[in-house]
């Protein structure tokens, strides 16, 4: 059975802080997302990493950073919070390429004040 | 690049009856197309795709059917019960590596018993 945990379901930062979200995937997966979720918006692509130390933008990238130093496991870095980073932030990982299912954390909630 | 648009945002159904979800999406090169059901606290969880190859899929209780030509794909949920309430999510992908999905906006089903 697939798993992917996420570090914390919720989170409270400040605006200016630097946050950072860790997910873990137990499967050896190659491919690593992170999305953030808001109504009505849907999921949002982040970044995704296809292999280790590999990372490619995704549709929103700005404001993020991330880093994928070991197979298993894909971090996600708020430079300097902002209020506008608050969200939902979920990640997902899958094997090979196309057509895979991906497989979701739970997700964390993120709230900046 | 991709657009997918996804209707209703929210749909309120009696126990028993059937609903369907439609999505539309913008680039022809799509191929792929997995629709992704999210309970309450949960990540979103793969339920049905379809090809373009394939004009319709059933699994069950649920179906999915493609119009390549108008560019729009529909979910359909027969004989609904309360544990089918919970938000879906339809996504598109040209089936590039690593799997990119763009999603809909999400709509929120909810099954009266």
């Known amino acids: 059975d697939v798993k992917v945990t996420q570090s914390s379901r919720y989170l409270v930062k400040r605006t200016g802080e630097k946050v950072f979200l860790e997910c873990v995937q137990d499967?050896?997966?190659?491919?690593m997302f992170w999305y953030r979720q808001d109504p009505g918006l849907g999921l949002r692509l982040i970044y995704f990493s296809y292999d280790v130390k590999m990372k490619e933008k995704g549709d929103i990238p700005e404001g993020y950073s991330v880093s994928r130093e070991k197979k298993e496991r894909f971090s996600l870095i708020l430079e300097s919070a902002s209020t506008n980073q608050t969200s939902m932030y979920l990640c997902a990982s899958s094997w090979g390429s196309n057509y895979n299912e991906q497989f979701f954390g739970p997700g964390t909630r993120l709230t900046v004040l | 690049g991709e657009n997918v648009e996804q209707h209703p945002s929210t749909l309120s159904v009696q126990e028993g009856d059937s609903a369907v979800i439609k999505c539309t999406y913008s680039?022809?090169?799509?191929?792929?197309f997995p629709w992704y059901k999210q309970e309450l606290g949960k990540g979103p969880q793969l339920i049905i795709d379809i090809r373009s190859n394939v004009g319709e899929k059933k699994d069950q209780r649920i179906a999915v059917t493609l119009n390549k030509t108008a560019k729009h794909f529909s979910l359909h949920i027969t004989e609904t019960q309360p544990e089918d309430s919970a938000v879906y999510f339809c996504a598109a992908s040209k089936g590039n590596a690593g799997n990119m999905l763009t999603f809909g906006g999400g709509t929120r089903l909810m099954v009266k018993p």
């Open positions: 680039d022809s090169a799509s191929n792929y």
């Open positions: 499967m050896d997966h190659e491919n």
